[in-house]
């Protein structure tokens, strides 16, 4: 399928260190973008879908680098259905998981959480709700684990492990088995903060740098965030990459986004949701965490989208959260929302606001076109120009 935008006043790369490119159009071919910029003629008319931006904005789909998806596109925390085809209405196309915790009875042995990770991968292999890919399957580190297990699992093509909600004396324990996972090849991921489920423990900035995962799961809080002394420990004395949360502390978001951009270690910093949680679902919490930054620090708009797209792409090895040639083709049109103050997608972002989601494309197959569900209308008219697809792509409103 090849599919085009054009008519675009602004495209945002999720690269923070070259945020805009010039140019108008994406063209993307069989799932990935083939041109962007300044497009010929020729290449808009030999696509089969055209989108008109009416003047809108393009960023990389959101990725989402944590959430505590199940099986299915269901959470019992919640008790909710189709909350993964929700959040795609409000950016997110990209969604990873932070191990399948919520499953009930889920099994904590050995073998059961070497089952559970690859079940989990495998049924969403194909499964895209929504159109949203979900990286699943994220081994949960109890005790029992050997080097030969990880050996087995990243054999079957599982890439993820969570140390955190597992049985061990100490949170020190799970250092070896992050070290093997690390070895095999897996991104290792630690949850950090004040324990969030019973039988839990609080992980703090010692049993990090002890562990050296790869990403420090919500340092801000999940919900609960470690003390402030712990931050410049993080940062300054090791190179895991520092993800902040919506689910969490707000103060400790802000704080932890100046002193990464002080450092000039921006690159480590991600934002991701941590739900279903607690605090329930939320389809526009990375937007949420996008504006907060953007309106409540000295943080360029840009690089907080950066956050959530780009910087997460870097640091679990994937092929979207940028536009440019040869990627993923997950695109959003955003815009301003109607009865707002600012007129483009950018302002309304520093400004504090949401932005109108007004068009997704994820694997260069539009979503939806026009309006999403979760947002109000855009200011600027996002319309299918042209389709040879017996297809409307229309969202479906309230």
């Known amino acids: 399928m ?3 935008i054009v008519n675009l006043a602004t495209i945002v790369t999720g690269d923070w260190r070259e945020p805009l490119l010039a140019g108008d159009t994406i063209v993307m071919v069989d799932g990935r973008i083939s041109e962007i910029g300044t497009v010929s003629a020729a290449s808009v008319e030999a696509c089969d879908v055209v989108i008109d931006a ?3 904005t393009a960023i990389p789909g959101l990725i989402d680098s944590q959430i505590h998806n199940t099986f299915g596109d269901y959470t019992p925390r919640q008790k909710t259905v189709g ?3 929700s959040y795609v209405h409000g950016g997110t196309t990209t969604s990873i998981s932070a191990s399948e915790v919520h499953v009930p009875g889920r099994p904590k ?6 089952a559970l990770a690859v079940a989990a991968m495998k049924c969403f292999e194909h499964f895209r709700p929504g159109g949203m890919k979900v990286h699943a399957g994220s081994i949960i580190l109890e ?6 297990d990880f050996a087995e699992v990243a054999a079957k093509g599982l890439w993820l492990a969570k140390a955190g909600f ?8 799970y250092a070896p088995m992050v070290g093997w996972a690390r070895k095999h090849g897996m991104i ?3 949850h950090t903060g004040g324990s969030s489920i019973p039988g839990s423990s609080g992980i703090w900035a010692d049993h990090l740098l002890a562990m050296q995962p790869d990403v420090s799961f919500h340092v801000n809080g999940g919900p609960v965030a470690m003390p402030d002394a712990d931050f410049p420990r993080l940062l300054h004395e090791s190179t895991i990459a520092l993800q902040v949360c919506t689910a969490g502390n707000l103060r400790t978001t802000l704080m932890l986004g100046d002193m990464v951009r002080e450092a000039d270690q921006f690159d480590r910093f991600l934002i991701a949701t941590d739900t279903p949680t607690g605090s329930g679902i939320m389809p526009l919490g990375m937007m949420y965490t996008i504006t907060h930054l953007a309106s409540l620090t000295s943080m360029p708009v840009e690089w907080a989208i950066a956050a959530a797209t780009g910087n997460n792409a870097r640091v679990y090895r994937l092929n979207s959260g940028f536009l440019r040639a040869g990627c993923d083709a997950d695109v959003v049109v955003l815009d301003a929302c109607v009865g707002g103050t600012k007129h483009t997608a950018l302002d309304a972002l520093r ?16 979503r939806f076109v026009g309006r999403s569900r979760n947002t109000p209308a855009p200011m600027k008219t996002v319309r299918v120009a042209k389709s040879t697809v017996l297809q409307t792509y229309s969202g479906e409103a309230h």
Do not use: H, W
């Open 2 to 4: 090849k599919t085009a």
């Open 54 to 56: 009416g003047g809108a």
């Open 83 to 85: 909350f993964l085809e």
């Open 109 to 114: 042995d050995p073998e059961g959480v070497k």
């Open 143 to 148: 005790p029992g684990l050997t080097e030969a």
């Open 166 to 173: 597992g049985a061990v004396r100490t949170p020190y324990d």
């Open 188 to 190: 290792t991921t630690v």
């Open 351 to 366: 400004n504090g606001d949401i932005a109108a989601v007004a068009a997704v494309v994820t694997d260069g197959v539009p």
